[in-house]
């Protein structure tokens, strides 16, 4: 299979990971991925979400180094900046997020196995594709005059946006359960930044950010991973704004779901 860069194996794994996306797509109509507040038992085994959240994400990290590290532009400028924006990605989502969540002592855990699994399916086909397209260079784009392409520029900016917004918004919902305290109320209305306009600002910026990335990396693996994360978010989305909606009789009526004003 020759269709994108030349490389049957790298290929390969590229329309599998695109055949994964129209799963979870279609699969975001008929229930939400059972960790957090939508967590179930019924899946199988719970793992603590600390652990569930570090397990998943740990091939975003190890998987791409693998595959970066073999290429021959690894110590390359452009190279070098692609994978400096994929190692503060994930050194957020894949180390400090899980390390960062409070838990209420003694509860159940609430992170799925199969979630974990499905996860790092997702985070090892993600850290391969990016990995090896970054320091081989498949397409011929990543030269020097990459770094002021207007593409790159561009989604450079789109990416940082939407980090800063998933950042700010975590740091928000974390601090909602004071660490001196962790006994109190499990679930409150957060206020404040992007939570001024949406329910679920951390998953806005997550698809800001990777649409971004998308943009500055101007390769379809970066679409594969913008679609995976829009099939899960944005139905999970819609059904956090559900239950914060059912759950708190003053939860604000004009906070929209995922996207300020309109949705």
């Known amino acids: 299979m020759h269709w994108y860069t030349g490389y049957s194996s790298y290929d390969t794994v590229l329309t599998f990971a695109f055949g994964f996306a129209a799963f979870v797509i279609i699969g975001g109509f008929f229930g939400q991925s059972s960790y957090g507040r939508f967590s179930s038992a019924k899946l199988g085994f719970n793992l603590n ?19 970066y590290l073999c290429g021959p532009a690894r110590f390359e400028p452009t190279s070098l900046v692609l994978a400096g924006i994929w190692v503060l990605h994930y050194a957020n989502r894949g180390w400090f997020f899980p390390l960062a969540i409070r838990q209420v002592p003694g509860k159940r855990s609430t992170f799925n196995i199969s979630v974990v699994v499905m996860g790092m399916l997702v985070t090892t086909m993600h850290g391969y594709l990016n990995g090896a397209l970054f320091s081989h260079d498949y397409l011929g784009q990543y030269g ?6 207007p593409r790159f520029v561009v989604g450079l900016v789109i990416y940082l946006c939407g980090f800063a917004l998933l950042v700010s918004s975590e740091s928000i919902v974390r601090n909602l359960r004071d660490k001196n305290n962790p006994g109190a109320a499990e679930y409150r209305i957060p206020f404040g930044g992007g939570f001024r306009f949406v329910t679920s600002p951390a998953y806005l910026g997550e698809l800001i950010a990777w649409t971004g990335f998308a943009v ?5 693996p970066g679409v594969v991973i913008l ?15 559900r239950w ?3 759950k708190f009789a003053d939860y604000p009526t004009d906070r929209k779901a995922l996207v300020p004003f309109l949705w």
């Open 49 to 67: 979400p600390k652990f569930g959240w570090w397990l998943m994400e740990i091939p975003a990290t190890v998987v791409f180094a693998a595959a």
């Open 144 to 149: 020097p005059g990459w770094l002021t392409d």
């Open 216 to 220: 500055l990396t101007w390769a379809l």
């Open 227 to 241: 679609l995976i994360t829009a099939g899960n978010l944005v139905p999970r989305a819609l059904q956090t704004h």
């Open 244 to 246: 914060y909606r059912e």
